[in-house]
């Protein structure tokens, strides 16, 4: 229906009836946050490099309509100084949220007004150097902290489709735009999780998720290519074990076995295209990408002085089950 009247909505002095129908998802807003993984990049251009968890979210609208967001979470990130660097953070947003519509495509805009406050503490240093712990420290906190405010203050844009298939962006998108994704998608009865390109170092693992599976008869699809000439590990985690695998995964300098054994795994060859489809109930679940020798089928080759990355490609969908 929005997508019908689009000219009157995108009106600049309807803004105030845009906001008004925007209040009715915005209900939705720490629900969506929670059941979502936040992927971290040093640029839009840069594959992932670490992810952040949000575990805690309250929201409220202010006396000038904005909407004021408290969050809270962990999460990982990996560099060449500290390799696996694992984290807790926190913040106070306020946004100024407005939507527009380019035919029954939403596009909605939570420009960020101010950052009320923020925190990032280093909780995990896996560099294995001990003297330089204390030292890495205080500067991963304070690169963290810069990192994290960059990353608030410029906003989000989310686009959803009348499938229901919602896209992220850092940052504005301009109405009729599309954010660069590594997987054109079309025309498929499927929502899109994610699309993107993150790295997996070597003796690490990515956690994709967590992914609502809200109906039965849904499966997982994920399709994507490895490069790096090393095949990779994928794995199928319930929420239970995956939240449980990635509490090990941040606690501990070492990435040892997972908590309990997946319910699908398979091999990703390098530069072969994979496509794999996981018949799921209704519930949440992790897709977790492992280049590790302790999880998994594969066991790849250990040299500390030659870090064999493995870049993927993929996109992660929510389907009916064949």
């Known amino acids: 229906m929005l997508g019908v009247i689009d000219g009157p909505i995108n009106d600049p002095d309807n803004r105030s009836l845009r906001r008004a129908i925007m209040a009715f998802g915005l209900k939705e807003f720490c629900h969506e946050m929670t059941t979502h993984d936040a992927p971290l990049k040093s640029s839009e251009d840069s594959p992932v490099s670490g992810r952040f968890f949000p575990t805690t979210c309250a929201e409220r609208e202010t006396s000038d309509g904005n909407l004021d967001v408290t969050f809270g979470g962990s999460g990982y990130a990996w560099t060449n100084i500290s390799k696996k660097l694992s984290f807790t953070s926190s913040g106070s947003i306020e946004y100024d949220q407005d939507f527009l519509m380019d035919g029954s495509t939403m596009y909605a805009y939570f420009r960020t007004k101010k950052v009320v406050s923020s925190d990032f503490h280093a909780r995990m240093i896996e560099q294995p150097v001990a003297n330089m712990v204390n030292q890495i420290a205080p500067m991963a906190d304070s690169f963290g902290k810069q990192l994290l405010n960059a990353q608030l203050a410029q906003g989000f844009t989310v686009i959803r489709a009348a499938n229901g298939t919602a896209d992220f962006a850092v940052g504005t998108i301009e109405k009729g735009k599309k954010p660069v994704h590594p997987y054109e998608v079309h025309g498929q009865n499927r929502v899109t999780y994610e699309n993107l390109r993150t790295e997996v170092h070597q003796n690490q693992r990515d956690f994709i998720g967590p992914i609502e599976i809200e109906d039965s008869n849904r499966a997982l699809f994920f399709t994507g290519t490895v490069d790096g000439g090393l095949p990779l590990d994928v794995l199928f985690l319930t929420k239970v074990e995956g939240d449980a695998s990635l509490k090990l ?70 389907g009916e089950a064949p």
Request: charged share 15%; proline share 13%; no cysteine.
């Open 249 to 318: 995964y941040l606690d501990n300098p070492a990435t040892g076995p997972l908590s309990g054994n997946p319910s699908a795994s398979d091999v990703m060859q390098p530069d072969v295209a994979f496509k794999k489809i996981v018949p799921v109930p209704k519930g949440l679940y992790f897709i977790v990408l492992d280049n590790t020798p302790t999880a998994g089928q594969v066991a790849p080759p250990q040299n500390s002085f030659d870090d064999r990355a493995a870049a993927v490609s993929y996109v992660a969908q929510i």
